[in-house]
């Protein structure tokens, strides 16, 4: 068995061999590893801070708190659109 540190919690763990050369159970948990792979982003719309995963945040995904949010933006857009139209 070999010794490793949680890079979240500074947590040491032990792994087998096997999986420290392979590099594996890097952390010491699920939720570190969730802690990890999520980032604090605020919502575009409600400035509301919420978790998303870093992977989506990346790609330009994940700009707000909640469908609610998204839907309302995207009816604004629509009115104006719709409005300049009527014109």
Do not use: Q
Request: net charge positive; hydrophobic share 30%.
């Amino acid at each position: 068995m070999k010794l490793r540190v949680c890079p979240v919690c500074s947590k040491e763990f032990r792994v087998t061999e096997w999986e420290y050369k392979l590099n594996l159970h890097t952390f010491c948990t699920n939720s570190c590893r969730k802690m990890f792979l999520r980032t604090m982003v605020e919502c575009l719309r409600c400035k509301k801070t919420f978790t998303a995963y870093k992977s989506r945040t990346n790609i330009g995904r994940s700009k707000y708190c909640s469908v609610d949010c998204a839907r309302s933006v995207w009816r604004e857009y629509w009115s104006k659109e719709i409005s300049k139209r009527k014109k």
